[in-house]
């Protein structure tokens, strides 16, 4: 009887952890806190001004272009910097999409070796059981030849006991 052996995972690297855990890159980070609350607070003021415009249409004809500039102010840093952050993030994603093949073939070699491994391993560990069964087999069989000469042997007599015949 084999024992099963759970072969424990190997630890990542920290370049593996950081693999998998970049999922947030350094755009992404920049576009979370630069562009998008600049977009948020240009919709905002867009959405203030169509709303206030519904609720008070007096106030906004009054002010209308103070409410036109101020939503090009901040329409004025909010588009180029969504349009240069964009063209990065699109140029990383295609980075991105162009290593998954690398990446994923990567995986299947790593994957096969680790099968392969895997395999010797329970290979390794049969033919040492093997080994093992057959040497203690060896052993009992010793054993046994050495207790049959034990009982063939006769007992010896001391010295002045008279043999009774």
């Known amino acids: 009887m084999t024992k099963k052996t759970n072969h424990p995972k190997k630890a990542m690297t920290k370049e593996e952890y950081d693999m998998v855990k970049r999922k947030d890159t350094f755009n992404d980070r920049m576009v979370n806190k630069t562009v998008l609350p600049a ?37 004025g840093v909010a588009a180029p910097a969504l349009n240069t952050v964009l063209r990065m993030w699109e140029s990383e994603q295609t980075i991105e999409i162009d290593n998954m093949g690398v990446e994923m073939e990567h ?31 060896d052993h009992s069989h010793i054993v046994e030849k050495h207790k049959e000469t034990i009982v063939k042997l006769t007992p010896v007599h001391k010295m002045g006991e008279d043999k009774k015949e």
């Open 39 to 75: 977009i948020y607070l240009w919709l905002l003021a867009s959405g203030a001004v169509v709303a206030m415009g519904i609720w008070k249409p007096d106030v906004v004809l009054e002010n209308l272009d103070g409410f036109i500039a101020l939503i090009a102010i901040i329409g």
């Open 107 to 137: 995986e299947r070699e790593r994957d096969a070796m680790q099968k392969q491994h895997f395999i010797e391993m329970e290979k390794s560990e049969q033919e040492h059981q093997q080994k093992m069964l057959k040497a203690a087999q």
